[in-house]
């Protein structure tokens, strides 16, 4: 009798784990999900990145056109591409990529002279405004990429 419920025991202590198929099914199943996790997660960082850039972009625009219609400027945009031109009207200072910062702080493309502007910064999700954008201000600065996109977002001078 005693035989009996040992071997009784050993039976129903072998049906209390997985098998091997079924921790591969699971752990196959978590992987997949992990996977679609980080790639959800990397196209969220780059949407946040070029939504800082086109807000800087927007900021740079704002403190140039303050800059303009300030009296003591006589209707002029600041001759060069200056940061220290547009202190008084960008306290932040002048904004560096979110991703590649240097050093200067600048790494934006510029074009600039007492009548007009044009400020590009690269997106990483390829759809910017450079096309429509492209003018005499901002030539050369948001150009096409070789598939005919334009990954540019530019501003230019509103005067």
């Avoid at 035989?3 to 997949?32: P, W």
């Avoid at 740079?60 to 001759?79: C, F, K, L, R």
């Avoid at 240097?102 to 910017?128: H, I, M, N, P, R």
């Amino acid at each position: 009798m005693k035989r009996f419920s040992m071997v009784h025991r050993l039976a129903d202590a072998s049906k209390k784990g997985f098998s091997l198929l079924e921790l591969l099914v699971v752990i196959s199943i978590i992987a997949i999900l992990v996977g679609l996790s980080a790639v959800s997660y990397s196209t969220a960082q780059k949407k946040a990145r070029d939504a800082r850039r086109r807000g800087d972009m927007r900021a740079i625009q704002a403190a140039y056109e303050q800059y303009y219609a300030d009296p003591v400027n006589s209707s002029a945009y600041p001759p060069n591409c200056s940061s220290s031109s547009i202190t008084t009207y960008a306290p932040g200072g002048w904004p560096t990529d979110p991703q590649n910062s240097t050093s200067s702080g600048q790494v934006y493309t510029t074009s600039c002279d007492a009548a007009a502007f044009c400020f590009c910064s690269k997106l990483e999700s390829g759809s910017g405004n450079s096309g429509a954008a492209a003018d005499a201000t901002c030539s050369g600065l948001g150009v096409a990429d070789g598939n005919g996109a334009y990954p540019y977002f530019c501003v230019k001078n509103q005067q």
